[in-house]
């Protein structure tokens, strides 16, 4: 166990939390498709339904997020990597070749993952280098498989653990 203090170290010590990862969606003020791989997700509260993630003030879909009034959470199986590292590349043209639909709220929904949950914004919060954004889970759905795993800056799967 090391000590330290600088932001790479920082940064490294929080690479020690093992998460999930998703992909959140919204739609610009002109309609058009964002998505950004996070796995800043939490869980908040039960009653009401409330779920957090945090994004970096640097991210081309700040906006985006920040005037959307509707995004959606989608939890990745351990078979979409790719669509990890392709939502977490800046590009502007990220949904040119990915299956996706608009939802009623229009809110881009992507098959395939093991769980979505489709928001609307409670609040968001300033907050250093990033903003917190809270989402009121309005509806959801779940399905089997096995998730994608972020582990010390790398994917994971479940089974790596048993090997
Ligand atoms: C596994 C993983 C988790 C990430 N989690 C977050 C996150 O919680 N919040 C965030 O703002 N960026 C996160 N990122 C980085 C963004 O996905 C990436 O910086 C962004 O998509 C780059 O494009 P942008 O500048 O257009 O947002 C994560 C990246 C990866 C690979």
């Known amino acids: 166990m090391s000590t330290n203090s600088s932001d790479a170290s920082l940064r490294q010590c929080l690479s020690h939390f093992a998460t999930g990862v998703t992909v959140v969606t ?3 003020d002109a309609g058009r498709p964002c998505g950004i791989t996070a796995n800043s997700f939490s869980s ?3 009653e009401p ?3 957090l993630w945090n994004i970096a003030k640097s ?3 700040l906006e985006a997020f920040l005037k959307a009034r509707h995004f959606a959470f989608h939890v990745l199986s351990e078979r979409q990597e790719p669509l990890s590292e392709h939502f977490a590349r800046t590009d502007h043209t990220r949904f ?3 299956d996706f639909e608009m939802s009623d709220e229009g809110v ?3 098959p395939g993952c ?3 949950m489709r928001c609307s914004i409670f609040k968001t919060h300033d907050c250093g280098d990033h903003h917190i954004i809270i989402g009121r889970v ?4 779940f399905g089997d498989g096995d998730p994608l795993l972020f582990f010390r800056s790398r994917y994971r799967s479940i089974a790596d653990d048993r090997s």
């Open 26 to 28: 919204c739609a610009d």
């Open 96 to 98: 040119d070749h990915i």
């Open 44 to 46: 908040v509260s039960l």
């Open 108 to 110: 881009p929904i992507l």
């Open 114 to 116: 093991i769980a979505v």
């Open 49 to 51: 339904p409330l779920v």
């Open 59 to 61: 991210s081309n879909s």
């Open 138 to 141: 309005e509806r959801f759905e």
